[in-house]
């Protein structure tokens, strides 16, 4: 799994994460929408059924979501030129802005709650604890 992936899987599975992500979002997406854009992102071209299975979303409610994505020109919709029944998703210029802005507003969302963290567990630890949480917390970081 790549980083990208391990990321969507991370942001996805947190509903924290995705609140801070699309209450900091300028552009008024969903929630879904959010998270759609950063798949895309992450995989550059993905085929509708691979969005569908990803976020375990009927076909229907991920139509219905790409369209309006389309519509407000995140992404485009183009055929496969192999398989013309297989539509691939990818982003805009404007999405793609979006995205890596939406990833920006996460990044420092997490660098301020790893801070406030740090603050509050530090007092509670011994010194070898600090030492193995101040590694984490850095390594977190780097990630």
Do not use: C, W
């Given at each position: 799994?790549?980083?990208?992936?391990?990321?969507t899987?991370?942001?996805?599975?947190?509903?924290?994460?995705?609140?801070?992500?699309?209450?900091s979002?300028?552009?008024?997406?969903?929630?879904?929408e959010?998270l759609?854009l950063?798949?895309?992102?992450?995989?550059?071209k993905?085929?509708?059924?691979?969005?569908?299975?990803?976020?375990?979303?009927?076909?229907?409610?991920?139509?219905?979501?790409?369209n309006?994505?389309?519509?407000l020109?995140?992404?485009?919709?183009?055929?496969?030129?192999?398989d013309?029944?297989?539509?691939?998703?990818?982003?805009?210029?404007?999405?793609?802005?979006?995205?890596?802005?939406?990833?920006?507003?996460?990044?420092?969302?997490?660098?301020?709650?790893?801070?406030?963290?740090?603050?509050?567990i530090?007092?509670?630890?011994?010194?070898?604890?600090?030492?193995?949480?101040?590694?984490?917390?850095?390594?977190?970081?780097?990630?």
């Amino acid at each position: 799994m790549s980083l990208g992936e391990k990321y969507t899987n991370f942001v996805f599975n947190n509903k924290e994460v995705i609140d801070l992500i699309t209450s900091s979002n300028t552009n008024a997406l969903s929630k879904i929408e959010a998270l759609f854009l950063l798949y895309i992102y992450n995989k550059g071209k993905v085929a509708m059924g691979e969005i569908s299975s990803f976020f375990n979303l009927p076909q229907s409610t991920t139509l219905f979501t790409v369209n309006k994505l389309i519509d407000l020109a995140y992404v485009s919709r183009e055929r496969n030129d192999e398989d013309r029944r297989i539509v691939n998703i990818t982003l805009t210029d404007f999405g793609h802005n979006t995205a890596k802005n939406l990833i920006n507003i996460t990044t420092n969302q997490f660098s301020k709650i790893l801070d406030l963290l740090e603050k509050k567990i530090e007092p509670l630890l011994n010194d070898d604890e600090k030492e193995i949480i101040n590694r984490l917390l850095h390594r977190i970081r780097e990630i």
